[in-house]
């Protein structure tokens, strides 16, 4: 018996955002191209030189296709069985988590601000602990047994509580 969840970004404002800043990147470097590389006047008051605003483009599309390829590459993926908790957050972990029940002093799943609480999505160290966030606001919240934290994004939340009470781990830390 396992619970599995594999969660990738839905946030349509967050792909806006990306777009709206390509956008607004892209139209003063190609107008800036045109006027300098096909017009042959200098573009502003100090203008680049042409292979430099070439460079600048290629550059730039370097850095916005790969903050694409992270988001759109990014997911995380939870396993959880009777004896362990494994989670992986791709690309941005090399190996996947394990934690052994036998680690997990209590648990809950909890509601959370991730820009407040934890400064965003992604893997984010905070002096309350880790935390493994994609999308949403709901997460599996486990005390070790060492002092740790640890938060794993859900976006399937009654199914993971339903889960959990069935394999018998014990009752939600309130």
């Known amino acids: 018996m396992k619970f599995t969840e594999q969660q990738k970004h839905k946030s349509k404002w967050l792909w806006g955002i990306l777009l709206a800043s390509v956008l607004f990147t892209y139209f003063f470097l190609l107008r800036a191209s045109?006027?300098?590389?096909?017009?042959?006047?200098?573009?502003?008051?100090k203008p680049?030189?042409?292979?430099?605003?070439?460079?600048?483009?290629?550059?730039?599309?370097?850095?916005?296709?790969?903050?694409?390829?992270?988001?759109?590459?990014?997911?995380?993926?939870?396993?959880?069985?009777?004896?362990?908790?494994t989670y992986h957050l791709q690309?941005?972990?090399?190996?996947?988590?394990?934690?052994?029940?036998?680690?997990?002093s209590s648990w809950e799943i909890t509601e959370y601000n991730a820009i407040s609480q934890?400064?965003?999505?992604?893997?984010?160290?905070?002096?309350?602990?880790?935390?493994?966030?994609?999308?949403?606001?709901?997460?599996?919240?486990?005390?070790?047994?060492?002092?740790?934290?640890?938060?794993?994004?859900?976006?399937k939340e009654a199914e993971l509580r339903a889960f959990l009470s069935e394999i018998g781990k014990g009752t939600e830390k309130r």
């Open 34 to 45: 045109y006027y300098q590389l096909y017009l042959g006047q200098p573009y502003g008051d």
């Open 48 to 85: 680049m030189g042409d292979y430099a605003l070439m460079i600048t483009i290629v550059l730039m599309t370097l850095l916005f296709g790969g903050v694409f390829w992270l988001l759109r590459s990014a997911q995380l993926v939870c396993t959880i069985d009777q004896d362990v908790i």
């Open 91 to 104: 690309p941005y972990q090399f190996k996947p988590t394990v934690i052994s029940w036998s680690d997990v």
């Open 118 to 155: 934890y400064g965003g999505w992604g893997v984010r160290m905070t002096s309350s602990g880790m935390a493994y966030i994609i999308d949403g606001n709901k997460g599996l919240k486990l005390l070790l047994r060492n002092g740790k934290s640890i938060l794993i994004g859900t976006q």
